[in-house]
């Protein structure tokens, strides 16, 4: 999986994947050769990795051998880890939404990994307890649709979504969509917290954690909900309900593309042709789960925007990890945390190879980007919950 050696970095996980249906355990072998994977050599293996086009090495029992013995070397920052078991993966999106609205989506698709999708029903009739890996859509649990008034609140789209969703609260038993996605954002807690793994990009972050926050606290305007917000809602919001963020400001101005002062989007001024965040580096040995999540065969990798571009650093709760950060900008893109018996990552930003990607822009052709450092990231999530559970040293 390093750089040189990998044509495609993407569908190999797919590989990976196909083979643990197949009821094989494999290794992953964090920090060598860019987070290689160590499978066994069948002819039925081989044969898929020629058929999707996925570089591999056949090496002899001797060779192997050698290669898990170096990395079980003390001075090696590597480790092999052992996956065991398929998860199975939970893509909560609105049934209405196409495949490539969501960079999740897509590359599950490229790699060829299985998945079903939920949405509101599914996840308050607690569907979600037959998955172990949940991919949140870029959804918006708030209730404020978005935060698209000002711009497209005459489009055609915002008025038939605003009118689905107000229909589906409605068949629900809730008497205002933000009720509705509260009480799905508490069933979506709930899930972690039991043991569950969840991942979250772009607006499905810090939309999610400012749910938890305003529980039972009115901070939708007029033209989201039909009544006006509590007075002094900042006031009310309580941090200690978030999974990932503290002490951030909610934008009270509607026509405001923006949900809270957690975005880095209008506060980064970083150019196209230096936005660039670093992976951090951690112990594969003390710490196997951060170095799973960072595995890749380049420790910098390009921005990409978003309605919820990155996270304001200083107002990320300090047992949350930053896998991933531009430090001069104060901003971190990638984090991950532990919640109750489960885990979850958020990943900033709308498609990793899509800078600036606007409503209607046409899909990515992941074919055009088969070695794609930031699609790898949200790869390395989906394998995280097949490997054999270790207590953690640190």
């Known amino acids: 999986m390093d750089i040189d050696s990998q044509k495609n970095h993407l569908k190999a996980y797919g590989i990976a994947f196909w083979t ?78 196409q495949p490539w609205d969501d960079a999740v989506t897509m590359v599950l698709q ?47 789209w915002y008025i038939q979504e605003k009118k689905d969703a107000e229909i589906l609260a409605h068949s629900l038993g809730y008497d205002k969509v933000s009720q509705e996605k509260l009480a799905v954002a508490l069933k979506i807690r709930d899930y972690v917290i039991g043991g569950g793994f969840m991942f979250a990009m772009c607006s499905a972050t810090d939309s999610f954690d400012i749910a938890l926050a305003a529980e039972g606290v009115d901070i939708c305007e007029p033209m989201f909900d039909g009544d006006g917000s509590d007075p002094g809602y900042q006031n009310k919001i309580d941090y200690s309900k978030t999974f990932a963020f503290t002490d951030f400001l909610l934008e009270r101005n509607p026509k405001i593309y923006e949900f ?70 104060g901003e971190a893109k990638y984090i ?27 899909k990515t052709e992941l074919d055009l980007h088969p070695t794609s450092p930031g699609y790898r990231l949200i790869l390395n999530n989906v394998l995280f919950p097949a490997a054999r559970k270790k207590k953690q040293k640190t």
């Open 110 to 156: 490229y790699a060829e990994i299985p998945y079903e999708t939920v949405y509101d029903q599914e996840v308050l009739n607690d569907g979600l307890l037959a998955f172990d890996w949940l991919h949140l859509h870029h959804e918006d649990f708030t209730g404020q649709y978005g935060k698209f008034y000002a711009q497209y609140r005459a489009s055609a």
């Open 260 to 329: 809270s002062s957690i975005d880095m989007t209008n506060k980064r001024m970083v150019s196209k042709t230096i936005d660039y965040f670093s992976l951090m580096e951690f112990s594969a040995k003390w710490d196997p789960i951060p170095t799973m999540l960072c595995q890749n065969h380049t420790a910098l990798v390009k921005g990409f925007m978003g309605q919820t571009t990155s996270f304001t650093r200083d107002e990320i709760k300090s047992n949350v990890l930053i896998l991933g950060e531009t430090k001069f900008n």
């Open 20 to 97: 643990l249906k197949k009821e094989l355990k494999i290794k992953w072998l964090l920090n060598y050769r860019g987070g290689s994977f160590l499978l066994p050599d069948t002819d039925f293996i081989q044969k898929e990795c020629q058929i999707r086009g996925v570089s591999f090495e056949v090496v002899s029992a001797s060779k192997a051998e050698a290669i898990l013995q170096e990395i079980g070397s003390p001075s090696k920052n590597m480790e092999a880890v052992v996956l065991e078991k398929a998860p199975k993966i939970a893509v909560y999106t609105p049934k209405s939404k």
């Open 336 to 362: 991950h945390g532990i919640k109750g018996k489960g885990f979850f990552t958020f990943y900033g930003g709308h498609d990793p190879e899509d800078y600036q990607h606007r409503v209607g822009d046409a």
